[in-house]
DNA sequence: ACCGTATTCGCAACGATTGTTGATTCGCAA
DNA sequence: TTGCGAATCAACAATCGTTGCGAATACGGT
């Protein structure tokens, strides 16, 4: 994502307003490394204003989103995640404390792909799951994961 | 996925039981190419018997992704595919009317990464995004999805 | 054939996200 | 500086996909 002074540039010339709410979440996405979901981005927000609603949030994450500012992510069954991170990069996801992390991959363009058939490739998204230095040291110590209750083990 | 006489078989010695309601979605995904989500499962499924419930549809597939008979893909925002072929393949995505094809890919395994630190990878998705044939066709003729009805065009 | 237990079904509930409406505020171009 | 349109908020309701619950039913090992 670009610094918050380009971002509001880049809103107020396509006709969109630039308001605090909105500042405050260019600012906290810029400086944000990670994965959150709108609801963690709507909590970091209200630390800062209190009273920012949750509508407001979705709104302005879609704007990005279709600004191409801001990645959406659906890499788990639930909640959409949004990555300020929109270089040429790739994922890692933990399958135990569902942990995502960004990854750098070369090769993606060298990869071998049988049956296209005149379909027009745009992006390739490349998602690598398995278990996390954390959740393999402490081995289900760290996992927020929850396993099915409904089957007995 | 294996036919539906194996699956009985297989869902017996786990100790679950083979209703007709089973029988009919086994015989249905074996028989099926695509990626269907569970609300198109419960249509065809009610075609051949009707009043089956959707909640007895979503059981079934929730046991068969656990017994590795089914990949569950979130490949958009919105409901859950599942993909009766568990071969090692990728997938196409379409971003116009969001078909989603079967891919082979040759050359996984030799992606260099870097940054995994300790992480553990099981599996490898690769994703492609962009527009499938018919859509570049008609271009704007065949496609479902539909432009954000909010922002002005 | 019997019986325990898994399964079914319908409905309610849930989490995530979007629509609505109306009053109010506020950004920003002219 | 002014005016218009956009954005916000509150307060819900609604939607979608999915799961929890409880009573009735049926599979299948013995």
């Given amino acids: 994502m670009r610094p918050p002074n380009e971002l509001s540039t880049a809103f107020r010339a396509i006709g969109l307003k630039v308001t605090p709410q909105r500042q405050v979440l260019f600012s906290l996405l810029h400086d944000h490394d990670g994965h959150p979901s709108a609801e963690s981005i709507h909590l970091a927000a209200s630390a800062v204003m209190p009273g920012i609603s949750l509508r407001t949030v979705y709104q302005t994450l879609n704007d990005l989103v279709a600004m191409g ?70 081995s289900s110590a760290t996992g927020t994961r929850t396993p099915d209750p409904t089957r007995p083990t």
């Fill in 69 to 138: 500012e801001l990645q959406q992510l659906q890499l788990t069954p639930g909640s959409s995640r949004f990555d300020p991170n929109v270089s040429d990069h790739h994922h890692l996801v933990c399958d135990r404390c569902g942990d995502v992390r960004d990854v750098y991959v070369g090769g993606v363009t060298g990869l071998e792909v049988q049956g296209l058939e005149g379909f027009s490739i745009a992006i390739t998204d490349v998602v690598f799951r398995g278990t996390c230095a954390t959740c393999l040291d402490g």
